[in-house]
Structure formats: C-alpha cells, structure tokens
C-alpha cells in the first residue's frame, strides 16, 4: 500500500481529510527534498571526476 492509499485509509476513517492530506504533501517534501539533495551530491562527484 503506498503513502497515498494509507491516508486516504485515515481521512475516511476519521472524516478529516485536510489534516491527512496536509501531512501527506509534507512527507513527499521531505521525500523530494532528500532526493534533490542526493542527486546534487552526485552530481558535484560526478563533474569532479570528468575534470581529471
């Protein structure tokens, strides 16, 4: 089950839905700011190698 079905699952259960989705789109921040961040990494080791 992925991250969406999950609190799609707790919105109805709890007839809430502005909270779940509001934490739903924070937890894919975070999961795109970390994937930005690794890829940058990778980037600046990469060019460093192409120099030599």
Same mark, same amino acid.
């Given at each position: 089950?992925?991250?969406?079905?999950? @609190?799609?699952?707790? *919105? +109805? +259960?709890?007839?809430?839905? @502005?909270?779940?989705?509001? +934490?739903? *789109? *924070?937890?894919?921040?975070?999961?795109?700011?970390?994937?930005?961040?690794?890829?940058?990494?990778?980037?600046?080791?990469? +060019?460093?190698?192409?120099?030599?």
């Amino acid at each position: 089950m992925d991250l969406t079905k999950s @609190f799609q699952n707790i *919105a +109805a +259960a709890t007839y809430e839905y @502005f909270i779940p989705y509001i +934490a739903l *789109a *924070a937890v894919y921040l975070v999961i795109v700011l970390l994937i930005s961040k690794l890829v940058k990494m990778m980037e600046k080791r990469l +060019a460093k190698n192409e120099r030599k």
